[in-house]
């Protein structure tokens, strides 16, 4: 799978663990040279508090676009160290 925004893979894997329909890729797959770190922070009842990642790619930002988990509850812990993509970025095989 990939992640593309903007014509530029930010994140490419095999071993991506999908839930509610998310693809989660794994932490070494994820461009760190295309990420921007953000203070945004959300809950979610089952998968604990998400934290997020902005998207710079080529001058433009897409701010808050991949989220993760750093310390999932129990039920979630399958994601624990993975990333996902929203906010127009493309996640295809």
């Given amino acids: ?6 014509g530029t893979v930010v994140a490419e894997s ?8 998310n693809h989660y890729f794994p932490a070494d797959s994820l461009k760190r040279e ?4 953000s203070n945004t922070h959300t809950m979610c009842s ?3 508090q998400a934290s997020y ?3 710079f790619v ?10 993760f988990y750093p310390d999932p509850k129990e039920a979630a812990a399958e994601i624990r160290g993975r ?3 929203w ?5 295809a095989a």
């Fill in 34 to 37: 295309f990420t921007l770190p």
């Fill in 1 to 6: 799978m990939k992640a593309i925004w903007k």
């Fill in 58 to 67: 080529n001058g433009d930002a897409n701010p808050d676009a991949v989220w």
């Fill in 14 to 21: 095999d071993t991506t663990v999908v839930v509610e329909g």
């Fill in 53 to 55: 990642l902005s998207l």
């Fill in 83 to 85: 990333f996902a993509f």
């Fill in 87 to 91: 906010k127009g970025v493309q996640v």
């Fill in 46 to 48: 089952w998968k604990g």
